[in-house]
């Protein structure tokens, strides 16, 4: 295959202990278009609108909202470039990887801290997509200093938490006419930064991947792809 094009979060998939080496191929062979994908817009809503309060708080305080401070000061936000800019070509592997954060902060000693919105409670299942987030906001970093971000001094992921108690006596303050009212709580997770150990190593297992002439083996414990024998076996039988 010629140039791949790969994003930096599903360049973290490969860091995930369930990683499937066949599942990937099929999808980079697919230019990553699977059948029966369907992801809900509502969360990167909340992103966007997570996004719209810390710039509108930040033009009207001039500072950031108090549940980052948790990551320390993090300075003043600056514009994150579009994904069709924030992006750089592997020499060594030819492999085009992009991205775009949702926040880049600068501080005030002149380093940018990256950081990711997650519409999620950080729950056990949350921990577990960890090492896939890890290598996400490292290749951000990674992506960042070739553009000019540099030098970078953090990474951090933002989980921004529904809140889904209510009791009788808070009802009035959620309800509207037209509706009601959620809150989000902001739970920080600052992570390891790391872009330049991490990243290429993943990088050319991409490559080494994607080059094989067919699929490789699939995950031995994966039921998804012993139902598709079965189901095979059955159209044969
Ligand atoms: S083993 Fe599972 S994860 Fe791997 S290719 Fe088959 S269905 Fe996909």
């Given at each position: 295959?010629?140039?791949i094009?790969i994003?930096?979060?599903?360049?973290?998939?490969?860091?995930?202990?369930?990683f499937?080496?066949r599942c990937?191929w099929v999808?980079?062979?697919?230019?990553n278009k699977?059948?029966f994908q369907?992801?809900?817009g509502?969360?990167?809503?909340?992103?966007?609108?997570?996004k719209?309060?810390?710039?509108?708080?930040?033009?009207r305080?001039?500072?950031l909202?108090?549940w980052?401070s948790?990551?320390?000061?993090l300075?003043?936000?600056?514009?994150?470039?579009?994904?069709?800019?924030?992006?750089?070509?592997?020499?060594?592997?030819?492999?085009l990887l992009?991205g775009m954060p949702d926040e880049?902060?600068?501080?005030?000693?002149?380093?940018y801290f990256?950081?990711?919105?997650?519409t999620?409670?950080?729950t056990?299942?949350q921990?577990r997509?960890?090492?896939?987030?890890e290598v996400?906001?490292n290749?951000?970093?990674?992506?960042?200093r070739?553009q000019?971000?540099?030098?970078?001094?953090?990474?951090g992921?933002?989980?921004?938490q529904?809140q889904?108690?209510?009791t009788?006596d808070?009802?009035?303050l959620f309800?509207?006419?037209?509706?009601?009212?959620m809150?989000?709580?902001?739970?920080?997770?600052?992570?390891?930064?790391?872009?330049?150990?991490?990243i290429?190593?993943?990088?050319q297992k991409?490559?080494s991947?994607?080059?094989l002439?067919?699929p490789p083996?699939g995950?031995?414990?994966?039921?998804?792809?012993?139902?598709?024998?079965q189901?095979?076996q059955?159209?044969?039988?």
């Amino acid at each position: 295959m010629g140039q791949i094009r790969i994003s930096a979060k599903d360049l973290g998939g490969l860091a995930l202990p369930n990683f499937c080496p066949r599942c990937f191929w099929v999808r980079m062979h697919c230019a990553n278009k699977l059948p029966f994908q369907i992801f809900p817009g509502i969360f990167s809503s909340i992103d966007s609108y997570t996004k719209k309060i810390t710039s509108v708080h930040f033009a009207r305080y001039n500072r950031l909202p108090l549940w980052l401070s948790k990551l320390g000061n993090l300075g003043k936000p600056v514009k994150v470039p579009h994904y069709s800019q924030f992006r750089i070509v592997d020499q060594n592997t030819d492999i085009l990887l992009w991205g775009m954060p949702d926040e880049i902060f600068q501080r005030e000693d002149g380093s940018y801290f990256i950081i990711d919105y997650k519409t999620a409670k950080f729950t056990q299942t949350q921990d577990r997509l960890l090492p896939m987030y890890e290598v996400q906001l490292n290749g951000y970093a990674y992506i960042g200093r070739r553009q000019g971000f540099h030098p970078i001094s953090g990474i951090g992921l933002v989980y921004m938490q529904p809140q889904t108690d209510l009791t009788q006596d808070e009802l009035d303050l959620f309800l509207k006419e037209d509706g009601f009212l959620m809150s989000f709580a902001g739970h920080v997770l600052s992570l390891k930064l790391e872009a330049e150990q991490r990243i290429p190593p993943l990088l050319q297992k991409v490559r080494s991947i994607v080059d094989l002439a067919s699929p490789p083996p699939g995950n031995q414990d994966c039921s998804d792809c012993k139902l598709l024998d079965q189901l095979i076996q059955m159209m044969k039988g």
